[in-house]
């Protein structure tokens, strides 16, 4: 294991994940060895800490926060809270991921801006109606949050 936890003195829980130059400046007058040992360096309130997955959620009705670690089978792990966005919120969410969308789809329609050229040798219909769908993404049911993006012409 190479992540640890740094305790204070009553063992809960201080900084984590932590690094050897984390425990060096907690420590500052001790000269630790450059391979912190998989038990970590109990005698200073530094032990093994198992990192977890973020548990996914529902961005549009819903966030991920790091909660404070618990001990569990003799191990620290990290925890997670799944936290139900406020209405506020819920519309800010909305409001940041449909702005993505949207520049999303700006890049998609300038890079091929060249299409609708007249001396172009492709299917300019084609083209425009591609361009048009891009356009329309954020009419589409579920926008911001499930949005079917078109298929460019061959």
Same mark, same amino acid.
């Given at each position: 294991? @190479? ?5 204070? &003195? &009553? ?11 984390? $425990?060096?400046?907690? +420590? ?10 998989? &038990? ?6 530094? +032990?093994?800490?198992?990192? @977890? ?13 790091? $909660? ?13 809270? /799944? /936290?139900?966005? @406020?209405?506020?919120?819920? $519309? &800010?969410?909305?409001d940041v991921?449909?702005?993505? /969308? ?26 425009a109606i +591609? ?9 589409? /049911? ?13």
């Amino acid at each position: 294991m @190479t992540n640890f936890i740094l305790l204070d &003195e &009553e063992q809960h829980p201080l900084k984590w994940p932590v690094v050897l130059r984390d $425990i060096q400046l907690a +420590y500052p007058n001790v000269s630790f060895p450059i391979d912190v040992p998989e &038990e970590g360096f109990p005698d200073f309130n530094v +032990y093994p800490f198992l990192l @977890t997955s973020i548990p996914s959620c529902d961005p549009a009705t819903q966030k991920v926060d790091e $909660i404070t670690p618990e001990k569990l089978n003799d191990i620290w792990t990290q925890q997670w809270a /799944i /936290i139900e966005l @406020t209405q506020q919120e819920q $519309i &800010e969410a909305a409001d940041v991921k449909g702005n993505k /969308i949207r520049a999303e789809r700006n890049v998609l329609l300038a890079s091929c801006d060249w299409t609708q050229l007249p001396d172009v040798p492709t299917d300019r219909a084609a083209w425009a109606i +591609y361009r048009q769908e891009l356009r329309d993404v954020t009419e589409q /049911i579920g926008f911001p949050w499930d949005v079917v993006w078109p298929t460019p012409p061959a």
